[in-house]
T-cell receptor, first 113, second 115 residues
Framework: SQTIHQWPATLVQPVGSPLSLECTVEGTSNPNLYWYRQAAGRGLQLLFYSVGIGQISSEVPQNLSASRPQDRQFILSSKKLLLSDSGFYLC????????????FGEGSRLTVL | AQSVTQLDSQVPVFEEAPVELRCNYSSSVSVYLFWYVQYPNQGLQLLLKYLSGSTLVKGIKGFEAEFNKSQTSFHLRKPSVHISDTAEYFCAVSHTSNTGNQFYFGTGTSLTVIP
């Protein structure tokens, strides 16, 4: 199983508040992990990816950050949310034996008011 | 650099009619090609993928796609759509670099099947 758990599923936060979205994965060890954001009516924007514990690469400068404290845990954070941070956040992983394929979680919907 | 272009943002089609969703890509390296489907408020699910070999790829739910290297296209087709095919469809490319697998998605095509 390449199950991905995302928590929370939905979140409503005021502008300026902190954020923590959690993603935990099952299945093969040492997967590549990804955070994508999907704004309303738009495609997927890659935010961060990680090839191992403590290794984070950022694709787009923003007020978000990511951390990978354990092999199967990937966390998306912010110290102060902006209105533009609203969107649908998807965690994804690769799996050995499935070249080039991504497995997605069910997503976390964030609304910043 | 890699990029993916989905030429149609919205495609309405009548039930049982055929459909083609277009995808073009650009890449300076060899890539894998994918189509994903997303139902409302859910994550993405793989429909089909092209890694190598036969350029005609068959996937789940009766979908197929054809890789055309000269036209750098990977169009998705289904001969007869069903109401349940109403969803968002994403074309994607990936390649492997020394920093891991890189994935690039198109902006998506919203398919609406009309009864």
């Amino acid at each position: 199983s390449q199950t991905i758990h995302q928590w929370p599923a939905t979140l409503v936060q005021p502008v300026g508040s902190p954020l923590s979205l959690e993603c935990t994965v099952e299945g093969t060890s040492n997967p590549n992990l990804y955070w994508y954001r999907q704004a309303a009516g738009r495609g997927l924007q890659l935010l961060f990816y990680s090839v191992g514990i403590g290794q984070i690469s950022s694709e787009v400068p923003q007020n978000l950050s990511a951390s990978r404290p354990q092999d199967r845990q990937f966390i998306l954070s912010s110290k102060k949310l902006l209105l533009s941070d609203s969107g649908f956040y998807l965690c994804a992983r690769t799996a050995s034996g499935r070249p080039g394929e991504l497995f997605f979680g069910e997503g976390s919907r964030l609304t910043v008011l | 650099a890699q990029s993916v272009t989905q030429l149609d943002s919205q495609v309405p089609v009548f039930e049982e009619a055929p459909v083609e969703l277009r995808c073009n890509y650009s890449s300076s390296v060899s890539v894998y090609l994918f189509w994903y489907v997303q139902y409302p408020n859910q994550g993405l699910q793989l429909l089909l993928k092209y890694l190598s070999g036969s350029t005609l790829v068959k996937g789940i739910k009766g979908f197929e796609a054809e890789f055309n290297k000269s036209q750098t296209s990977f169009h998705l087709r289904k001969p007869s759509v069903h109401i349940s095919d109403t969803a968002e469809y994403f074309c994607a490319v990936s390649h492997t670099s020394n920093t891991g697998n890189q994935f690039y998605f198109g902006t998506g095509t919203s398919l609406t099947v009309i009864p």
